[in-house]
């Protein structure tokens, strides 16, 4: 019932968007979600140390996320990442809880290069991945994420994959992730140029 009403709420979230008070909106429908100054609007979750360095959302010990307010259905979300070799990291979205978020009850653009096979980085885990599986450590990359019924695009440097999936409903949170590597208490992620625009 909590979720059906969630759900059912969903278009008036989005339908205010680009009022929302972390960004600005008006290029085409985009709004800047980080604005390079603070993480006002996102939400923490789980004890990653989340902050601002260098203008740069960086995390590099705990579990945890941060998380939009509002839930989104179909959207386009571009965002840039760093990650060192032992990051894990990833760009959760349709998370049916705000507070509660693993892949059980998410869809996860995953940022994880150590990671076993399959659905390393560049993968939507349980959905789609792409071949040969690309690796992100020590520089800049970009996602574009793409949304919409049951499709999943994810673009990683310009390399697409895609693929259907309705495992889960078609609307809910977005949230950017940190967690341990491989090995505990390493791995750091930083993001830059987050924006998303409703479709």
């Not at 990833?90 to 049916?96: L, S």
């Not at 977005?174 to 409703?198: C, H, S, Y």
């Amino acid at each position: 019932m909590k979720f059906r009403t969630m759900v059912a709420g969903a278009a008036v979230a989005l339908a205010g968007c680009a009022g929302m008070h972390m960004g600005s909106g008006g290029h085409d429908g985009w709004v800047t979600v980080y604005d390079g100054k603070s993480l006002e609007g996102w939400n923490p979750v789980g004890d990653a140390n989340w902050r601002i360095e260098d203008g740069l959302v960086v995390a590099d010990k705990g579990d945890g996320f941060i998380v939009l307010p509002q839930p989104y259905k179909d959207f386009e979300m571009r965002i840039e990442f760093w990650a060192d070799g032992d990051a894990n990291s990833g760009i959760y979205y349709r998370c049916t809880s705000a507070t509660a978020l693993n892949n059980d009850v998410c869809y996860e653009a995953n940022i994880f290069d150590k990671r076993p096979q399959p659905y390393g980085t560049g993968a939507i885990i349980g959905v789609t991945e792409i071949k040969p599986r690309p690796l992100a450590a020590n520089r800049w990359n970009t996602y574009v994420l793409t949304v919409k019924g049951d499709r999943h695009t994810l673009v990683m440097n310009g390399v697409k994959t895609e693929a259907t999936d309705a495992k889960r409903p078609n609307a809910g949170y977005v949230a950017l992730q940190r967690r341990d590597g491989v090995e505990k208490g390493k791995g750091t992620i930083k993001f830059r140029k987050a924006e998303i625009r409703p479709l």
